[in-house]
Nanobody
Framework: QVQLVESGGGLVQAGGSLTLDCAAY????????MGWYRQPPGKQRELVAF???????TYADAVKGRFTISRDLNKGTVTLQMNNLKPEDTAVYYC??????????????WGQGTQVTVSS
């Protein structure tokens, strides 16, 4: 069973930056796509960004130009660099992984979530 372990997150003022990291363990099933979703308070979980095996990245419109996703397939890690954070970025951020991820369908594996809070 794939295990995703997240690190990073925390409290930051608006305009600041944070970095989230995620490592995949027990990757025998072949993890080729990794990404991040978030769940703001009182709202549904939503896509933030993901990267597939070819290296192609996809971002939600709300984070384009501010967030950057990168990954190391060999190490099974994915990083989300978040710049110019806004209060509306406040959410629990979840790492996600599988052989494939699309805009419509997330991967099957989830991390435990890490809190990001942006104060105004």
């Amino acid at each position: 069973q794939v295990q995703l372990v997240e690190s990073g997150g925390g409290l930051v003022q608006a305009g600041g930056s944070l970095t989230l990291d995620c490592a995949a363990y027990n990757r025998a099933v072949g993890i080729n796509a990794m990404g991040w979703y978030r769940q703001p308070p009182g709202k549904q979980r939503e896509l933030v960004a993901f990267v597939v095996g070819s290296g192609r990245t996809t971002y939600a419109d709300a984070v384009k130009g501010r967030f950057t996703i990168s990954r190391d397939l060999n190490k099974g890690t994915v990083t989300l660099q978040m710049n110019n954070l806004k209060p509306e970025d406040t959410a629990v951020y979840y790492c996600n992984a599988d052989r494939w991820i699309s805009k419509e369908v997330p991967g099957a594996y989830w991390g435990q979530g890490t809190q990001v809070t942006v104060s105004s």
